[in-house]
């Protein structure tokens, strides 16, 4: 498998190197060192070489628009695409349509048509199309929208087959902090009254426009709530049904490496993927002598191109030398090979030309070195390990880009400007070991620019960790020993290289307390230009409501940028802790 994907991912190298090319992919992947993704190792071996994991879309405030993305995702779908949806440009429950007030629908109904299209698109039979919708927290809707997969309420209302997500600012947690109002808005009143959108605005500028609006007495559809009331709420759904997950908007679009070019609105199925997106939107349907030519002018619809590290397996300079640039040319040469469900997902692909390096093997590294995930000294020996993978990962972009050139809209990104992670050249001199190798990368960024518009985003990896051989994504290991069960079959986990020496090393996520875990990711998030899929573990009986409060205030004050399922363990989950029994 690893030699016949190898061959299939050299092609778009020169007639002359690409055997040799082919063999160090398969020296990469077959030594564990790279992960490639299902779809990867799945459909390059086919005629429909769907390589990438997963997409994203807006979704405009009009019939056609809707319409013309539920059929991008049918289609995304039928290639084993997961989909992320930002609905928040949809008016709400009671808005206008067609200046008559009180006759629109509101979000959930298209939830629903989402929903039975995930299921109806159903990947060859394989399995159900897999989709995640996000919300902004200001929305008129948010209280159907949080009830979505609840088990109270009216079931003709629910959607129990998508993913739902809410957007969330700075002004939300500040309020929520200070126990002050929160005032939910139609995005189609707005839009009327301002010719501009509320969602599209950002950090200072969001703030502005959010408490103009809050002071407009011709806005008829706006509500005051109670912030903590909103969120007492979310956070029983999300003890309830694991869901939904979290967006913090405004940490994610500060550090937006192309703002230039846009705004990102949302995450998708993992929530690791934050990329710009902007939303189609039709133009005209003419009849063109015997055919009617339908038109369209595109948005920004995203690919997630990805592949992950094994840390398990990279731990050291000299294999970091040899791997990274192996990685990144395998990820650029699948964005050109890659067979694109639909030709807006192609356009952004070539304009931006993003992937998502992840990560796997976190608490393998830490326990195998007789370190523990919860501590300062395991916190500080990843700080130094992810500057190395930030270093080789630039490094390798901006050798691509002096050979390849760099990405059609680098023209006035922060990379243009000389600025990675939110951090000009001076932080990193002074604040690496390794002044010397940032010093000379910024000065070849400046030179040759980077040829990828977004660099990292560690998924989730549960099931491509199991295909290497070691711990999956950044997290703890959920216990030392325990039976996974899926779809197909019961499989033994073990921890990887477990023996005596190691053993107490391995911390165990289901007795861990989030806050630890919490630190863990805000070190890894400093060298991260997207987001990570962040899987949070609680055990409802030992965890209070204002514990859960705190987690995500917490996470949010540490720079996370989002948040994805919070899994609720059952009580007799605590009387079964191997690292306690002692």
Not at 24 to 29: L, N, S
Not at 104 to 130: E, M
Not at 422 to 447: R, Y
Request: glycine share 8%.
């Amino acid at each position: 498998m690893y030699m016949s994907v190898a061959l299939f991912l050299a092609i778009p190298e020169k007639k002359e190197t690409r055997l040799e090319f082919a063999f160090k992919i398969y020296e990469e992947c077959s030594k564990q060192r790279i992960s490639l993704p299902t779809p990867t190792l799945l459909n390059a071996r086919t005629n429909y070489h769907q390589l990438s994991s997963c997409f994203k879309i807006n979704i405009g405030d009009d019939l056609r628009a809707i319409y013309h993305g539920i059929e991008n995702m049918a289609q995304i779908s039928k290639f084993g695409g997961g989909i992320g949806v930002y609905l928040g440009h949809i008016r709400s429950q009671g808005a206008m349509i067609r200046g008559v007030l009180g006759t629109s629908g509101g979000v959930n109904p298209w939830v629903k048509v989402i929903n039975d299209t995930a299921n109806a698109v159903n990947q060859l039979g394989a399995r159900a199309g897999a989709i995640s919708v996000t919300l902004d927290v200001w929305h008129r809707d948010i209280y159907d929208f949080l009830d979505l997969q609840t088990e109270t309420g009216d079931i003709r209302s629910k959607a129990f087959d998508i993913f739902p997500a809410i957007s969330v600012p700075d002004i939300f947690m500040k309020r929520l902090q200070s126990g002050q109002n929160w005032t939910l808005f139609d995005p189609h009143e707005v839009h009327h009254f301002y010719g501009k959108r509320l969602e599209d605005c950002f950090d200072t500028e969001f703030e502005a426009f959010y408490e103009e609006l809050e002071k407009d007495h011709r806005l008829r559809l706006k509500k005051t709530v109670s912030t903590r009331e909103l969120f007492k709420k979310f956070l029983k759904t999300a003890v309830e049904t694991g869901m939904p997950y979290v967006f913090f908007r405004d940490t994610v679009n500060r550090l937006n490496p192309n703002k230039h070019a846009g705004n990102i609105y949302s995450t998708q199925l993992c929530t690791e993927i934050c990329q710009n997106t902007s939303s189609t939107q039709f133009t005209s349907e003419e009849i063109d002598g015997g055919d009617i030519v339908i038109r369209y002018k595109p948005g920004d619809l995203v690919v997630c191109n990805l592949a992950s590290i094994n840390i398990a397996q990279v731990g050291d300079e000299k294999t970091m030398k040899k791997t990274f640039p192996v990685l990144l040319r395998v990820l650029d040469n699948v964005i050109t090979l890659n067979y694109y469900p639909i030709k807006e997902a192609q356009r952004t692909a070539m304009r931006y030309r993003s992937i998502g390096i992840g990560y796997l093997g976190l608490a393998e590294y830490l326990a195998t070195r007789k370190l523990s995930y919860e501590t300062v000294e395991a916190r500080n020996a990843v700080d130094t390990l992810f500057e190395r993978y930030a270093y080789y990962t630039y490094k390798a972009s901006i050798d691509l880009a002096k050979e390849r050139g760099s990405y059609e809209l680098y023209k006035g990104s922060e990379y243009e400007k000389g600025i990675l992670l939110g951090k000009k050249a001076d932080w990193f001199i002074g604040n690496t070991p390794h002044p010397e190798q940032w010093k000379s990368l910024f000065v070849g960024m400046k030179k040759y620019g980077v040829r990828f518009g977004y660099h990292t985003a560690p998924a989730p990896n549960t099931s491509t960790a199991g295909v290497v051989g070691t711990t999956a994504a950044l997290l703890p290991i959920y216990k030392k020993y325990f039976v996974e069960t899926n779809l197909s079959s019961s499989t033994i986990r073990v921890a990887p290289k477990l023996n005596k020496e190691n053993f107490w090393y391995y911390k165990e996520y289901i007795s861990m307390d989030m806050g630890e875990v919490i630190d863990m990711i805000a070190v890894v998030y400093k060298w991260i230009d997207q987001s990570i899929s962040f899987e949070w573990m609680i055990d409802p009986e030992r965890t209070s409501p204002a514990q859960l409060y705190g987690y995500y205030m917490k996470a949010w004050e540490d720079g996370i940028k989002t948040v994805y399922y919070v899994r609720s363990l059952s009580g007799e989950v605590k009387d079964d802790c191997v690292s306690c029994s002692g």
